[in-house]
């Protein structure tokens, strides 16, 4: 009988799941809040195209929203983290858009400057040396804002953890372009902090899978293979609960455990 009455409530659960997610592909029928919050449970389940298209739809129906932009912008910005070509241009150029337009609307909340930090960075991967490092200045802007308004947002500490890398990481002809065009290399970027910055955003979300992926990489590139080890195989380890690319990002952590040096 429990058995049964088990398998109803899964029944149930399932039936609830598929009516929300239905709701989020059919949003333009839905109220702006229904909307945003069958857009937060496409999310969480994974269906970041139902996602987009709800939160889209909060937005035709209240344009402006702060809350409808802020998470366009988050989703638009994970789905460009896959797609290619032109279709991943598009995502992101319509990512860096909505996060710009969240920032206008609400200056003083910290998920639009978090999210715009971020786009910029998905922007950056695809530009050549001297356009990244002009964002890079942007991206250290946003994300120095975002923590100064809330300092308790694991992301924005992941996002000046990887900017500290990469900037430390610059080869002498990407620090020689700098100094011609941008009047330099911007300042106070180590290795050193971006293992802090990390080691900052897994202390406020510790089963967040990617935090210790990238922790992981940076202790790689420090050749320091024992912490690098540690990382990632908690990356590999943890549930891949915490964000809809978690079994991306642990086959990502898997395939550098594998090339680290035998201990």
Request: with cysteine.
């Amino acid at each position: 009988m429990e058995t049964t009455r088990r398998c109803v409530r899964r029944r149930g659960a399932a039936t609830a799941l598929a009516a929300i997610l239905a709701l989020a592909r059919s949003a333009p029928a839905a109220s702006p809040g229904e909307a945003l919050a069958a857009g937060d449970t496409a999310y969480a389940h994974g269906d970041l195209g139902a996602a987009r298209q709800a939160y889209a739809a909060a937005l035709a129906a209240d344009p402006g929203s702060y809350a409808g932009l802020y998470r366009l912008a988050h989703v638009e910005s994970d789905l460009g983290e896959d797609a290619k070509g032109d279709a991943r241009r598009s995502l992101v150029s319509a990512a860096v858009e909505h996060a710009r337009a969240a920032v206008k609307a609400e200056p003083e909340s910290a998920q639009g400057h978090v999210w715009l930090a971020v786009a910029l960075g998905r922007q950056a991967l695809k530009e050549g040396p001297r356009t990244r490092l002009s964002l890079a200045r942007e991206i250290k802007s946003e994300v120095d804002r975002a923590i100064s308004i809330d300092p308790g947002i694991g992301r924005a500490y992941h996002v000046r953890g990887l900017w500290n890398r990469e900037i430390a990481s610059l080869n002498f002809f990407e620090r020689a372009a700098a100094n011609s065009v941008l009047g330099g290399v911007p300042k106070g970027a180590t290795m050193e902090n971006a293992v802090r910055d990390l080691e900052h955003a897994i202390d406020l979300e510790p089963r967040y899978v990617n935090h210790h992926l990238e922790l992981g990489r940076t202790f790689v590139q420090l050749k320091r293979w024992d912490e690098a080890r540690r990382e990632l195989e908690l990356a590999t380890s943890l549930p891949p609960t915490s964000n809809p690319r978690d079994p991306r990002y642990q086959s990502d952590a898997r395939a550098l455990l594998a090339k680290l040096p035998a201990q």
